[in-house]
Structure formats: C-alpha cells, structure tokens
C-alpha cells in the first residue's frame, strides 16, 4: 500500500501566510491575528512595541488583555457580515489606560482567522 499526501495545499497556505506577514510589518498600527477560536497566531511589529511583549510569548498572549470580551468579538464578526469595532486598551494599563479603536475582520472566506487592528483614540 502506498500512501499519497497533497502538500500543494499546505504550501499554497504557507505561502500566503509569509505574504501576509510581509503586509502586516508593514502596516503603522498595531495589528494582531487570532484564530476563529481566539489563539494569538501572528502580531506585526507595531503590536509587540504596544503590548511589550516578545514574540516568542505571543502564544501565551490572551486578548482578554485588552479588556474586552472575545466571544462578543465572534458574535460580532458573525451577525455583522464579518467585522466588528469596539475599544481596547494596552494590556497592563486598566481602567485609567488610553482607550484605542479596535477594528476586527475576518480573514478568508471560512472563518478561520480573525485580524484585529489598533488605533489610539486618545493620545497617551
């Protein structure tokens, strides 16, 4: 018995993901890539300088950090034809921190990824 995997797919996605990232570094603003389930998969530059944290923590990271509620996120995202905007605030700062714009979107046709970009509103 011979086996046959297609890895044609599999590459075709990491491809698009190094393409992605290259835009993302790109971008001045804070931007952060999660799952559909809500696992930090990708932070550009500007996002690790806003949050301080490494990149190699970036799994750790929880978005309820940034003080809002996730699951509205996936309930918004859903009933909104796929985005969302709400107001976050840098992880660590609490109630006092400067309040950003947030706006969220989904990546892809099927749900899987979700792009969540920052924007102060307030100066700090």
Known sequence: VIGFTDISEQKRLEENMGIMKDLLDQVPWPVLVLSFQGESVYGNRPFFQWTGIRPEALAEFKVSEMGFDFKELQ???????????????????????????????????????ISIMIKPINPE
Do not use: L, N
């Open 75 to 113: 309930k918004g995202i859903r009933e909104e034809k796929s985005k969302w905007e709400g107001q976050v605030r840098r992880p660590g700062q609490g109630e006092g921190g400067a309040v950003h714009r947030a706006q969220a979107q989904r990546i892809g046709d099927r749900q899987e990824f």
